[in-house]
Structure formats: structure tokens, C-alpha cells
């Protein structure tokens, strides 16, 4: 099969652009919407030419198995604009990639890999001008397929729909975080779909989310579901953790979602001669690290915020703070990865990649 290129995808611009509304010096993050999106229909046994259309609302069957069977999966990505107007996405073809193994396990049929990356070409093409330029803003992208197909009976859909959208944002500053480390709830199992960009892992952690915020937490960090003896990951973002001058991070595994952002700062503070890591860590080590000094830092790693301190954690009712450092690896490490991204600096692992 010939590959698919740009000018295979039809466009089909907006008459009433919403983009003189948007005040991009005041950008939350995915709350406004670009003008257009790029739809891309499975039916009779094959993923249909990828089309770009206005954003708009879309109509489904209330027997479409997306309601029923929750067989949803989505990306998140970025693109950033520079001084020259270059428009740049970072390690793109890894959440191509990644998009097809959460397809694969949840039986949704994966999506051809130049379906997916021409077509965001062509969406960003068209979208060239909603990208901020403010510092530390973004596109921020959300690629996402989900069964459209119509039916109670529980198997899967015999139709799918992948939809890329848009939002431009500004720079995720969330202040930092406190965490509560679960012992209870978990939020996937062996054998189960927790390394999946599954939208049903989201569900299933906002109500033991909820129960930490309520007692003042932010965030959970979840922990094995066997044991509940180690660290595992934030929910949206793998975890970090610093004891005296190494970075350790827990491997991934079938529980573990396999962040872009963690490895991409295991290979940057490799290259920055910083020490890491790659283990399980267990609670009780962190607690003792905390206890003896010898904990530095713990930060998050995601695509929204690249990096985000957490302030401290709770831990069967006791709260552990984690002192300010003049000069954090998370600082350092962040803005390395923001330079290369936003084309600011060099880019010795070739991760960036032009429009
Ligand atoms: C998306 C996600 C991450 C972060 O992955 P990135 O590729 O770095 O954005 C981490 N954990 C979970 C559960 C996620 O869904």
C-alpha cells in the first residue's frame, strides 16, 4: 500500500475562525480549542482517508460501545513555534507508537502509523497560527480513538473513530504538589491495562483522588497493587525520586505507563552526568531517606507539566516534607528539556522534529 502524504488529506477550512476571540496571554491549559480537527473513521474492515474538518460536536448512537464498554484510548503531545515561526513536535513518533499498543490491548484496530503522523502534519499545517509563542506556552495535542460502533452486545466495535484536536496553552504551572502515597485503592493490576493511555484508568483514579484531596493532598501516588510496597506512579505522571545526589525511578512494567517525559529525563541527566537509577523503590525507603535527610526531591514527569515538584508526601497519617533546594535536578532537568523542545538549544538525542 502506498503511504499516505499530505496532499491525500482533504481540508475543509472554517468560515467563522475563533481565532482573533482568544486572548493568548491568558491560556489555561485545554480549555480552548483550535478551529479544526482531523477525523479518521474505521468501518467495513479498514481505517478511511484521514479528513480535517471544522471543530465540532460529533453525533453518536446511545448504543455506541464507547458508553457501554469504554474501549477509549488517547495521546497527548505538544507543539511549540520559536523566534523564526519553526514549528517543532518532540519525539512524535513515539506517541504514534505508543497509540497502537494501548490499541492493540483494549481489541480497537491500530491506526496506520503514516494516517496518524501525516495527519497531524496536515492539522498543525492548518493550525500553524494557534500556536502560542509566549514563553512556555504550547499546542498541547490529544490524539484519540474510541468505538463508535452501535450494540449492547459485549464485544468489540465493529467502527472506531480517532480524532486529533488541539488547545493551545500556557505554561503549566501548577505550584507544587503534595501526595498522598495509597495503600488501598490501586490503579491498575498485573496482567490489566495500567501501561495503556486507557481513558478507563482516569476513572478509575478520581474517586480515590477525590478521598486525598479531601484530606489536603493534590495528587496519589500509587503503589503495587500486590503489596502496596512500592512506589509506582502519579496517575498522569511517572514519579522521580532524588536520595542524596541519585535519581531513581521505577521500571516500567505492565502497571506503569510508559512516559515520553521519563525517559527522555533519564537520558538527559545521563548526558548531564547526573546518577540514576532505574528501580523499584520501596515506601519504607522513602520514608527512611526522609527521615535520615538523605531525600532531596520527588517530581512528577508528564507531557502537560514536563516536570512538577512535589512539596512532601503523606503516608499513614504522617505528612513528610521534603526541604527547598536552592538548585534541583527537577529545575535543571526541566529546563533542558524545554530548550530542546522550544528549539533554544541543540538537540543531541535528534528528538525534535521540524514541520
Ligand atoms: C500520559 C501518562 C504519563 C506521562 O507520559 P508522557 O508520555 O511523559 O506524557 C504517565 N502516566 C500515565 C498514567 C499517563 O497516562
Excluded at 250 to 273: C, F, M, N, Y
Aim: charged letters at 25%; proline letters at 5%.
Amino acid at each position: 500500500m502506498a503511504t499516505l502524504t499530505k496532499n491525500d488529506i482533504k481540508v475543509t477550512r472554517t468560515k467563522n475562525s475563533k481565532l482573533s476571540s482568544i486572548d493568548f496571554n491568558n491560556l489555561a491549559f485545554g480549555q480552548v480549542f483550535s478551529d479544526h480537527m482531523l477525523v479518521c473513521d474505521y468501518k467495513d474492515g479498514k481505517w478511511q482517508i484521514p479528513e480535517i474538518i471544522p471543530y465540532s460536536p460529533i453525533t453518536l448512537d446511545p448504543s455506541a460501545k464507547i458508553f457501554h464498554y469504554g474501549q477509549s484510548i488517547f495521546e497527548g503531545m505538544k507543539a511549540y513555534k520559536d523566534t523564526k515561526e519553526d514549528v517543532f513536535m518532540f519525539r512524535p513518533m513515539e506517541n504514534v507508537k505508543r497509540l497502537n499498543v494501548s490499541a492493540k490491548r483494549l481489541a480497537i484496530p491500530e491506526v496506520p502509523e503514516d494516517y496518524f503522523f501525516e495527519g497531524l502534519k496536515a492539522l498543525l499545517e492548518v493550525e500553524k497560527d494557534w500556536i502560542p509563542t509566549n514563553e512556555g506556552s504550547s499546542l498541547y495535542i490529544r490524539p484519540f480513538i474510541f468505538a463508535s460502533g452501535k450494540g449492547f452486545h459485549a464485544s468489540p466495535a465493529d467502527e472506531y473513530k480517532f480524532i486529533i484536536c488541539t488547545a493551545p496553552s500556557g505554561a503549566y504551572f501548577s505550584g507544587k504538589v503534595k501526595v498522598l502515597i495509597e495503600e488501598q485503592y490501586s490503579r491498575s493490576a498485573n496482567g490489566g491495562v495500567g501501561f495503556a493511555k486507557a481513558g478507563g484508568n482516569y476513572a478509575g483514579q478520581f474517586y480515590p483522588t477525590q478521598l486525598a484531596k479531601a484530606k489536603g493532598y493534590q495528587q496519589v501516588i500509587w503503589t503495587d497493587d500486590t503489596t502496596h510496597e512500592f512506589i509506582e506512579e502519579a496517575g498522569a505522571m511517572n514519579v522521580f525520586i532524588r536520595i542524596n545526589d541519585t535519581l531513581l525511578t521505577s521500571p516500567v512494567s505492565d502497571r506503569i505507563l510508559d512516559g515520553i517525559t521519563r525517559k527522555s529525563i533519564l537520558q538527559l541527566a545521563e548526558a548531564e552526568g547526573i546518577k540514576t537509577d532505574v528501580r523499584k523503590v520501596k515506601v519504607s525507603e522513602l520514608v527512611e531517606a526522609s527521615r535520615n535527610g538523605s531525600l532531596k526531591e520527588m517530581f512528577g514527569a508528564g507531557t502537560a507539566a514536563v516536570i512538577s515538584p512535589i512539596s512532601g508526601f503523606g503516608f499513614r497519617g504522617e505528612d513528610f516534607d521534603i526541604p527547598e533546594l536552592e538548585n534541583t535536578f527537577a529545575s535543571q532537568l526541566k529546563n533542558r528539556i524545554i530548550n530542546i523542545q522550544t528549539n533554544k538549544t541543540e538537540d543531541p538525542f535528534g528528538w525534535r522534529v521540524k514541520l
